[in-house]
């Protein structure tokens, strides 16, 4: 499923306390999603990496009461004690099967030991699959069975939405906007240390904001995303030379035309970002993409509208859409 389905799709159950299980490969961005969802719905988040722990972690430790003359267990501090949020338990195939036994409880009757999950949380799970190279345990098919599932794809265009949305450096969205294929290169049977994921591309735009030496930028990034997507990366934003002044466009609505695909790009995803910022500049941006090709202005179009910008009230839109229609069709 798409990551836009999945999170309809979680945030209704989560609502309803159901347990949901978020499968995909690695880096794409499956707590995100979930940490994403609680801060929307302005809940509580708990991320436990239960691949770390022990037993003892989740179920606490034995003492004696003294009163009852009993054995109890006294529950960890990380847990919940009241209020509503998600407890995610990432990384959950990944755990012994003795930390799953010990989840297996907490999942199955909302209850550890002594400790009681209060009824406002939900639980979340994830984990990667079986051929992604991670470590993983094959889970119990009673504990399997008290999970909805999910499986979590990469798609271009909700990555882009986000990475608008999070401010990500336009050059980024450009490069991956042109070369589709680069936002994910994982493959399960290379030995390769380093590769594209939307995770490893947030370590892009911190590299790119970083003071590092340019000199060591190549190097730096093959670190992040792989030598030959870095290279390729590298030769992409070499292109910004060529891009018109973007500051005139967003003052004017004029500026010079190019027909370079690979600049088109760079430039649609720099208006984009600055629109975003600024919607003041909305009806410039709106009258320079009338001369653009039109699979650019369209591009940058539903950018902005994927982003929330509105446009009806634009009387450049309005010949924007009488001139394009035909493609909205």
Known sequence: MRAKDIT???????????????????GIGKSSLVKQIAHERE???????????????????PFYDKESHTALWAPPAFLPKEGEGILFLDELNAAPPSVQSSAYQLILDRRIGEYVLPEGWAIVAAGNR?????????MPAPLANRFVHFEM?????????????SG??????AYISYKNEQLFTFDAKSNVKSFATPRSWEYVNNILKSSLDTALLLDVLSGA???????????FIKVMHKLPSIENILQTGEGEQS????????LSAGLVSAV???ESCLDNVLHYSLAMKSEFAVMIVQDLQRNGMTMENSEVFEQWVEQFAYLLV
């Open 225 to 235: 995303v792989g030598s030959e997507t870095a290279v390729s990366f590298v030769s």
């Open 130 to 138: 079986d051929g992604d190279r991670g470590v993983t345990y094959r």
């Open 153 to 165: 794809e990469v798609d271009v265009d909700d990555w882009r939405e986000w990475a608008y949305k």
């Open 8 to 26: 309809a799709s979680l945030s209704a159950l989560v609502e309803q306390k159901v347990p949901t299980f978020l499968w995909g490969a690695p």
């Open 276 to 278: 975003l910022l600024d």
């Open 43 to 61: 809940i509580g988040f708990i991320d436990l990496r239960l691949a770390l722990m022990d037993p003892t972690d989740l179920k606490g430790i």
């Open 168 to 173: 990500l450096d336009s050059r980024i969205i």
């Open 259 to 266: 027909d370079e695909v690979d600049v088109l790009y760079a």
